[in-house]
């Protein structure tokens, strides 16, 4: 069956592309973002990459967890997407709460483990609300709650640290 767009009879349509090849060019092309983000940032394996405190800035977040949990450390996938979704929450909860001008993203693993942390300067605590069905903000904590084995906050003499902590299969 060919569909034309109106005003464009006769003149040859884009062929749909398979679901494989568009995922393999989104994956490239989110690989090359991230590999670009670590250059510019840093690797948060390393130590605390400073990112500043815009709402892109989760955007950034996401592609560097991203990349860290499926590149370089080689957990599943179903793991490192869990761990991007709590990622965006802490930097959300971060960039909208604290007045913050920048944060840190670390990420540090063990064997079994991943424990991912979002420092800010701000020392107020984050609050785990009760979330209703139809609610639609104030679900970051309830999900950081639900999807990970541990979460918590460490205050620090300047600001805190807010993490999480996943198990993970070691290969």
């Known amino acids: 069956m060919m569909v034309s767009m109106a005003g464009l009879e006769g003149v040859e349509q884009p062929r749909p592309h398979s679901g494989a090849t568009a995922a ?3 994956t490239a092309v989110e690989d ?14 390393e130590g605390e990459v400073r990112l500043p405190s815009r709402p892109e800035s989760a955007a950034t977040a ?30 959300g909860n971060a960039v909208r709460h604290t007045g913050a001008r920048v944060f840190g ?11 991912i942390e979002v420092r800010d300067p701000s020392r107020g605590l984050p609050c785990l609300m ?3 069905e139809m609610d639609v903000s104030g679900r970051g904590l309830f999900l950081v709650d639900k999807l990970s084995d541990r979460w918590g906050v460490d205050l620090l ?12 299969t070691d290969r």
């Open 157 to 168: 003499p300047r600001g805190k640290t807010t993490w999480f902590e996943m198990r993970t």
């Open 32 to 45: 090359e973002q991230a590999f670009k983000a670590l250059e510019l940032f840093g690797n948060p394996t």
């Open 62 to 91: 996401r592609r560097i967890t991203s990349c860290v949990m499926l590149r370089q450390w080689q957990l599943p996938p179903q793991t490192a997407e869990h761990g991007v979704l709590l990622v965006s929450e802490l930097v």
């Open 24 to 26: 393999r060019w989104t």
């Open 130 to 132: 009760p979330v209703r």
């Open 105 to 115: 993203l670390r990420m540090l693993r063990r064997r079994g483990w991943v424990r």
